[in-house]
């Protein structure tokens, strides 16, 4: 059970936009930034996102908010080098533990 | 450029010990956190430890406390997990992460990932 709530899986087609959601509790999202990581096929994950900071390099059809204890990542504009699993991810104050969501698996029809 | 490459993993028996290292370059080696990240196979992204810039402030996931030692050696930039009683849940690639913040608490990014090391537990 991840501290972290995400949905399993969205998809969209080429050029549609979706937007994935992590929520969590006041002791986690609730005082800290979230950041989003895309780890496509396995591979390392990489940052995409951090709070609404886009990482250089990182195409701007990707943004970033958060309400509350909930985050959200959207993509603007779906294309297939999007297809991937995204993690949300911050740290725990009572926890005194980074914690992750469990990921959400994006699809590209 | 910011570049973390581990090594050390491989089959180790249940009960045993494995050292990871994490040669770090391309970034001031004490003013960031680093953190290992573990991903057992199909499943998703488990957080392990974490070593502040100076390695005076280390923190644990549950799951690990007790039998894992995050360390770090200035001299040669490089971050250690020594794992100890190994069990078979502990099978996963690890990656060693760069954090954007001197210690974790401050809730920085995970800007850099190194490509994993594999660490497979069984008789």
């Known amino acids: 059970q991840s501290a972290l709530t995400q949905e399993a899986s969205v998809s969209g087609t080429v050029g549609r936009k979706v937007t994935l959601f992590c929520t969590g509790n006041t002791n986690n999202i609730g005082s800290y930034t979230v950041g989003w990581y895309q780890q496509i096929s396995h591979g390392a994950p990489k940052i995409v996102m951090f709070?609404?900071s886009l990482p250089s390099g990182i195409p701007d059809r990707f943004s970033g908010s958060k309400s509350g204890t909930t985050a959200s990542l959207t993509i603007s504009g779906l294309q297939p080098e999007d297809e991937a699993t995204y993690y949300c991810?911050?740290?725990?104050?009572?926890?005194?533990?980074?914690?992750f969501g469990g990921g959400t698996r994006v699809t590209v029809l | 450029e910011v570049q973390l490459l581990e090594s050390g993993g491989g089959l180790v028996q249940p009960g045993g010990s494995l050292r990871l290292s994490c040669a770090a370059s391309?970034?001031?080696?004490?003013?960031?956190?680093v953190s290992w990240v573990r991903q057992a196979p199909g499943k998703g992204l488990e957080w392990v430890s974490v070593?502040?810039?100076?390695?005076?402030?280390?923190y644990y996931a549950d799951s690990v406390k007790g039998r894992f030692t995050i360390s770090r050696d200035t001299s040669k930039n490089t971050i250690y997990l020594q794992m100890n009683s190994l069990r078979a849940e502990d099978t996963a690639v690890y990656f060693c992460?760069?954090?954007?913040?001197?210690?974790?608490?401050?809730?920085?990014?995970?800007?850099?990932w190194g490509q994993g090391t594999l660490v497979s537990v069984s008789s």
């Open positions: 391309g970034f001031i080696f004490t003013n960031y956190a």
């Open positions: 992460v760069k954090e954007s913040e001197v210690v974790a608490t401050l809730g920085g990014a995970m800007d850099y």
């Open positions: 709070g609404n």
């Open positions: 991810s911050t740290w725990d104050y009572r926890l005194s533990a980074r914690v």
């Open positions: 070593s502040s810039g100076s390695g005076g402030s280390t």
